[in-house]
């Protein structure tokens, strides 16, 4: 399978602090990218960060890539209430255009 | 700019009935992909359309198919439902082929789908 797999399944945190959360996948990639789900709904985009990048920033969020190990982590900082979601994150390979999601990773923020 | 659009929101269908499922892509948007996502699980890819052809389809049954119209919208129809195709179906659009990777999908609000 190229689905990726993030870790851990599940994180409790209090309001403020940090939130990091893992995603390992298998194969080769174009891009990498993760998305926020609210209460099993759609998914929404919120950072793409490509293969030949090491690290990205988008307002409170920032994201790592590691090509050598396969491996991406995303940080959220100053968490809020807000932040309470599913993260998943998604492989784009060179060869087509669909993204193979992880299994998620279930952030809980308490105020 | 109007967002992906997919009804119904909510189906109820019985064991051995099918079900369609429709969405409607981003204005511009040609490529269209469905996944479903069972409850507690990550999203599984289905199918991908682009260009009113498929492209790509995951490792489902053939009961499971689909069709993009001229307009780029997209059906997904599920035949002989089975009590394990309960799930929420999302369907996702992006640029055309061969940009689209490097895009964000958007994504629908997803179809409840419930087989009893």
């Known amino acids: 399978s190229q689905q990726g797999e993030e870790d851990p399944q599940a994180l409790s945190i209090q309001e403020g602090e940090n939130a990091t959360m893992n995603c390992s996948y298998k194969?080769?990639?174009?891009?990498l990218q993760w998305y926020r789900q609210n209460s099993g709904r759609g998914l929404v985009h919120l950072i793409l960060i490509r293969s030949n990048e090491r690290e990205k920033h988008s307002g409170r969020l920032r994201v790592t890539l590691d090509t050598s190990k396969k491996s991406s982590s995303l940080l959220i900082t100053a968490s809020r209430a807000a932040d309470t979601a599913s993260y998943f994150c998604a492989t784009a390979t060179n060869t087509g255009n669909q993204f193979y999601f992880g299994t998620g990773t279930s952030l809980t923020v308490i105020p | 700019e109007a967002g992906v659009t997919q009804s119904p929101t909510h189906l109820i269908k019985t064991r051995g009935q099918q079900a369609t499922l429709r969405c409607s892509p981003i204005?511009?948007?040609?490529?269209v992909y469905w996944y479903q996502q069972a409850l507690g699980l990550g999203l599984q890819f289905l199918l991908w359309y682009d260009e009113g052809e498929e492209r790509n389809r995951g490792n489902f049954p053939p009961r499971f198919s689909g069709r993009q119209f001229p307009n780029y919208s997209s059906e997904l129809n599920v035949n002989a439902l089975e009590l394990e195709d309960s799930a929420l179906y999302l369907c996702a659009s992006s640029w055309t082929l061969g940009t689209g990777s490097s895009y964000g999908y958007t994504f629908g609000s997803g179809t409840r789908l419930t087989v009893v």
């Open positions: 204005s511009g948007h040609t490529s």
């Open positions: 194969t080769s990639i174009n891009n």
